[in-house]
C-alpha cells in the first residue's frame, strides 16, 4: 500500500489530503492578496493653499497619518488606511490619481483623491473634484 494513501493525519484524513487541503488555502489565499501600496514620499510633509478662504489652513501627510488643519485653527488628524492609485476622467481628461484612503478616531472612513502635478520644477497637489485648490509644499 503507498505510504500517502496509508498514513493518516492527527485529523485522521488520508496526509494527500491534508497537503491537497493546505496547498488549495495558500493558492486560495495568494490570489486575494493586495499590493500593499503606501503613500508616495513626494506627498510628506506640510501643504499649503493660497485659495480664498484657505489662508489659515494646511494639510500634513506622513506615510501613516494625514492631518488638516481648518480654518478655525482646528486640527484633525486621521489615519490612512490604504492607498490606491487610478485613472480618473473628468472633463474628458483623463488624470493619473493618488486615492488616499483614511478613518478618523470616531471609526468613519473618507476618500481624498490626490493629482500630483510638477510645475516649474515644484509638486504641487490638486484635489480631485477640486482642481481650483492648489497646494504647494510648505515643509
Known amino acids: 500500500m503507498d505510504i500517502w494513501m496509508s ?3 492527527p485529523f485522521g ?3 494527500w489530503l491534508m497537503v491537497l487541503a493546505v496547498l488549495a ?3 486560495v489565499s495568494g490570489c486575494q492578496t493586495v499590493e500593499d501600496k503606501r503613500v508616495p514620499p513626494e506627498l510628506f510633509g506640510r501643504w499649503m493653499t493660497e485659495a480664498p478662504g484657505y489662508e489659515a489652513c494646511y494639510m500634513q501627510i506622513s506615510e501613516t497619518t494625514i492631518d488638516f488643519q ?3 485653527k482646528t486640527l484633525r488628524q486621521y489615519t490612512i488606511e490604504r492607498v490606491e492609485y487610478t ?4 472633463d474628458k481628461i483623463s488624470s493619473d490619481v ?9 471609526g468613519d ?3 481624498l483623491s490626490i493629482v500630483l502635478v510638477e510645475e516649474d520644477g515644484q509638486n504641487r497637489l490638486q484635489f480631485f ?6 497646494w504647494t509644499w510648505d515643509s
Not at 98 to 106: L, P, Q
Open 87 to 90: 485613472e480618473k476622467e473628468k
Open 98 to 106: 493618488i486615492d488616499i484612503h483614511y478613518k478618523g478616531n470616531d
Open 25 to 27: 488555502v495558500g493558492a
Open 70 to 72: 481648518t480654518a478655525e
Open 7 to 9: 498514513t493518516r493525519s
Open 109 to 111: 472612513g473618507y476618500l
Open 13 to 15: 484524513l488520508p496526509r
Open 129 to 134: 473634484h477640486q482642481p481650483h485648490l492648489v
